[in-house]
Antibody, heavy 118, light 108 residues
Framework: QVQLQESGPGLVKPSETLSLTCTVSGYSISSGYYWGWIRQPPGKGLEWIGSIFHSGSTSYNPSLKSRVTISIDTSKNQFSLRLHSVTAADTAVYYC???????????WGQGTLVTVSS | EIVLTQSPGTLSLSPGERATLSCRASQSISINYLAWYQQKPGQAPRLLIYGASSKATGIPDRFSGSGSGTDFTLTISRLEPEDFAVYYCQQYGSSSLTFGGGTKVEIK
């Protein structure tokens, strides 16, 4: 059974960098698929942040591209998100996920709430 | 960027009734890249349908997806109590994923 678990600080100060890591179990990320990050502001809808292939190639949401870096560490079976220069608008539940057939998302982490506040 | 518009915003129905949810794209998308999700409060979304009409593993037969081009539909043939939730459509195109704004299916 594939499982994903997000980890990282739950509180980040404005203008700083949000950093999260997703640890995958039950599947070797070097075997294939895209791996991605999706967020959901409280009470609102879902927003794709970006994805990374096991080879390291990335694609990002154009609206966030200038502030986002997604990286992968196949030796640890992890991938990570860095979002720079955060503001209160970046407060959200952040999900890591596996991108499946047809670029749908079949496995999700439980999500972690990140609040941007001083 | 392709924009997905879901309607209605809220659907008020009783258990046993049929639910029809709409997802309209701002431009034509491949059926291979249209998916539907269910989300309950405090939980991550769950994949229901991928490729516009293929059911994900473990999804009951009462859920079905259809459509092509710019118009897609998720149908729940007979609502069970556990089906009351928010539903999102999602597409992939031009190296970008986008989600619709969601339809809430609530108990009437």
């Amino acid at each position: 059974q594939v499982q994903l678990q997000e980890s990282g600080p739950g509180l980040v100060k404005p203008s700083e960098t949000l950093s999260l890591t997703c640890t995958v179990s039950g599947y070797s990320i070097s075997s294939g698929y895209y791996w991605g990050w999706i967020r959901q502001p409280p009470g609102k809808g879902l927003e794709w942040i970006g994805s990374i292939f096991h080879s390291g190639s990335t694609s990002y949401n154009p609206s966030l591209k200038s502030r986002v870096t997604i990286s992968i560490d196949t030796s640890k079976n992890q991938f990570s998100l860095r979002l720079h220069s955060v503001t209160a608008a970046d407060t959200a539940v952040y999900y890591c996920a596996r991108v499946y057939t047809g670029m749908s998302v079949d496995y999700w982490g439980q999500g972690t709430l990140v609040t941007v506040s001083s | 960027e392709i924009v997905l518009t879901q309607s209605p915003g809220t659907l008020s129905l009783s258990p046993g009734e049929r639910a029809t949810l709409s997802c309209r794209a701002s431009q034509s998308i491949s059926i291979n890249y249209l998916a539907w999700y269910q989300q309950k409060p405090g939980q991550a979304p769950r994949l229901l349908i991928y490729g516009a009409s293929s059911k994900a593993t473990g999804i009951p037969d009462r859920f079905s997806g259809s459509g092509s081009g710019t118009d897609f539909t998720l149908t729940i043939s007979r609502l069970e109590p556990e089906d009351f939730a928010v539903y999102y459509c999602q597409q992939y195109g031009s190296s970008s994923l986008t989600f619709g704004g969601g339809t809430k299916v609530e108990i009437k």
